[in-house]
């Protein structure tokens, strides 16, 4: 019953964010005094791994970064520098600060922490089969992608896959009705567009675009036949935590460059007024208004609209 209402209120979300971090945290053993059965803490584990594996950062630099506090860290830092883990070095670029290198003692005392901690992994691992190792891999790159917003790694574009297709009805689906109040009429009218592009198959005159980051979609765009002189724009979506990264540009300028290539003279799409975001996007790109209606054939009263770009 927990799992079924685990979305329900904001209440609700945290509860399981905070379940999800008391279990995480027993199975990583971030619970024990020393982590993987050492001498170090979790935060001291994980500047000795920066250290091993970024030389030359500076405290200031490496405090922001893993946001631990500067006094904190500062304390950290003098114990392995006391113990002879690490030395000092003048930045060469800036006097008034030093830079921070892993002697080999450091070196010595980081190599077991990092084979066991491989280790562990690899045994918490081992009882899955592969399918379901990489599914536990794409959930924690998610996880990660959604609370970094996705501004952390490079997004890219690519063509659709198995499943993908289906992620675009589904996401369509949810989005509308969370942000717009569309009902189950807007995902069927993006279940028959999606459908009608994966039986035509029809590569030279049709395409869809994926964005996505660390394997996790972002977006997704389709170009589709209207008759040989005119393609049409549809289903543009950018996911709301990857927004303002100009994905929706991008997957918009595809579509009008594969249009020229493919012959097409004209493109046009259909929107709604409510879409102010996408809108912006058509208009910058060229598109221009040409006809609109008022409809309430998603469930709420708003207008929709015909935009076209003459190639």
Known sequence: MQDARAENTLEDRIAAVRR?????????GALQEG????????????????????????????????????GYLSRILAGFADCGLLERRPDAM???????????????????????????????????PESAQRELVDAMSRIETLLDGGARSAWRLRGPRAGDI?????????????????????????????????????????????????????????????????????????????RRLGIGRRLVTECIGFARAAGYKRVTLW???????????????????IASEPHNMFGPSIVGEDWALVL
């Open 166 to 242: 289906g992620w675009v009805v589904e996401r369509h689906g949810a989005l509308y009705a969370a942000e717009y109040g569309f009902d189950a009429r807007f995902e069927a009218l993006v279940a028959n567009v999606a459908g009608a592009f994966l039986a035509q198959n029809d590569l030279a005159h049709e395409r869809c675009w994926i964005a996505e980051c660390n394997g996790i979609r972002l977006g997704s765009v389709f170009l589709v036949r209207a008759n040989d002189d005119v393609a049409k724009l549809r289903l543009l979506l950018v996911e709301p935590t990857a």
């Open 94 to 128: 800036d006097r008034r600060q030093s830079t921070l290198r892993m002697t080999a003692a450091g070196k010595a005392a980081f190599a077991p922490l990092d084979a066991r901690s491989r280790a562990d992994v690899a045994a918490l691992l081992a009882p899955l």
């Open 271 to 289: 929107t709604n007024d409510v879409l102010v975001a996408a809108r912006g996007i058509y208009k910058a790109a060229g598109f221009r208004l």
């Open 35 to 70: 982590l993987l059965q050492s001498r170090f803490s979790l935060t001291e584990a994980r500047v000795l791994y920066e250290l091993a594996h970024r030389p030359g950062l500076t405290a200031t630099t490496l405090g922001r970064e893993l946001g631990v506090d500067a």
């Open 20 to 28: 999800f971090s008391r279990h995480y945290t027993r199975v990583i």
